[in-house]
């Protein structure tokens, strides 16, 4: 386990995300494949309708299965590859996703535009849980799927980093003011995820 573990201090001379990602996604077209995560299939009819935003979109898997489920979906990413891919593949599947380029380090979120916000294997800075809290309308809703450091442990050579992963029980820390829905850690096959769902209290 991680439980000493101190994730390391953010380097000022480190590549930007959106190169480092977009290296990532020139390796191997859909770095994590086409179908939506589990999460969003197992929770999908708990997400609150309406117009949804997907944080760190990647290729698209994600946001083009809720546009196929009736959603409004917008997307951001820092990378322009992983970009491109998500508009392509919302076009082959012929639903349409708002999907932009976005340096996740500095977006701000508009004020209570969002019904469900999405969230998969993307890990930010703390205080970007209170954009979060400003983008969703009261009522609104919170899906996030992600490694945890287990994994990281029991594949250390997998090309996860672990500044990418949760804790035991970390995203439960940046949801205190939410109603906790749905949250587990397991194993998916070899993944070692956690997965949560939570509420935006109406008060």
Same mark, same amino acid.
């Given at each position: ?24 996604? *020139?390796?191997?077209? &859909?770095?994590?494949? $086409?179908?939506?995560?589990? %999460?969003?299939?197992?929770? !999908?009819? @708990? ?77 930010? *800075?703390?205080?970007? &849980?209170?954009?979060? $809290?400003?983008?969703?309308? %009261?009522?609104?809703?919170? !899906?996030? @799927? ?58």
């Amino acid at each position: 386990m991680f439980d000493d573990f101190k994730y390391k201090e953010p380097d000022p001379n480190a590549k930007p995300a959106g190169e480092k990602w977009n290296l990532k996604y *020139q390796q191997k077209e &859909f770095l994590y494949g $086409r179908e939506p995560m589990l %999460a969003l299939k197992n929770l !999908l009819p @708990e997400l609150r309708p309406g117009k949804v935003i997907e944080i760190g979109m990647g290729e698209g898997r994600n946001a083009v299965y809720l546009a196929q489920k009736g959603f409004t979906v917008d997307g951001i990413d820092a990378s322009s590859v992983a970009i491109e891919r998500a508009k392509k593949l919302a076009q082959e599947k012929g639903v349409a996703v708002e999907a932009k380029v976005q340096n996740l380090d500095f977006f701000l979120m508009p004020l209570m535009k969002f019904d469900s916000v999405v969230m998969g294997y993307f890990r930010p *800075q703390p205080r970007f &849980f209170s954009e979060v $809290r400003r983008g969703l309308v %009261a009522g609104g809703t919170f !899906l996030l @799927e992600a490694y945890t450091t287990e994994h990281v442990r029991a594949h250390p050579n997998a090309g996860i980093e672990l500044e990418e992963c949760y804790k035991p029980n970390e995203i439960l820390s940046h949801l205190k003011d939410f109603h906790i829905l749905y949250y587990r850690e397991l194993l998916d096959g070899d993944a070692h995820t956690v997965q949560v769902l939570a509420r935006k209290n109406k008060a």
